[in-house]
């Protein structure tokens, strides 16, 4: 991939989180106290929902780029080797098992933000 295109992803996926939690917070702020039916029928709207869906998606994009980025930049065997020689000989096995841990995580997070918000 190219660096731009991961610069520009990141910088929208960044608005669009904004963007969102604006949205949502501007709904708590001028519906005060928020009841239980009014926070229902925000959150039982097509538009919240695809919105959420999104913003998901874009969560995963955001932190996939910001956790591949730290990965491949402290996960090599010339940082590692600073720290202990023989971690440097294990570089690329730790920053496969990083980078499974973070792709992982980060898939049952939005499967469990989609199970939530369309069942």
């Known amino acids: 991939m190219k660096g ?4 520009y992803l ?3 996926s960044a608005l669009v989180m904004l963007v969102y939690t604006i949205w949502v ?3 708590i702020f001028f519906n005060q106290p928020v009841e239980y039916n009014s926070w229902i029928s925000f959150t039982n709207q097509i538009l919240f929902q695809l ?3 999104f913003v ?3 969560f995963l994009a955001h932190t996939f780029i910001g956790l591949w980025t730290v990965g491949t930049d402290y996960f090599t065997s010339r940082t590692l080797g600073f720290v202990n020689t023989s971690l440097a000989k294990h570089a690329d096995l730790i920053r496969s098992g990083y980078t499974f841990l973070f792709v992982a995580l980060g898939a049952l997070i939005v499967i469990t933000t989609l199970f939530i918000i369309w069942s």
Do not use: G, I
């Not at 731009?4 to 610069?7: A, D, N, P, V, W």
């Open 4 to 7: 731009s295109s991961l610069f």
């Open 10 to 12: 990141l910088r929208l």
């Open 25 to 27: 917070l501007s709904f």
């Open 51 to 53: 919105s959420t869906t």
């Open 56 to 58: 998901a998606f874009f």
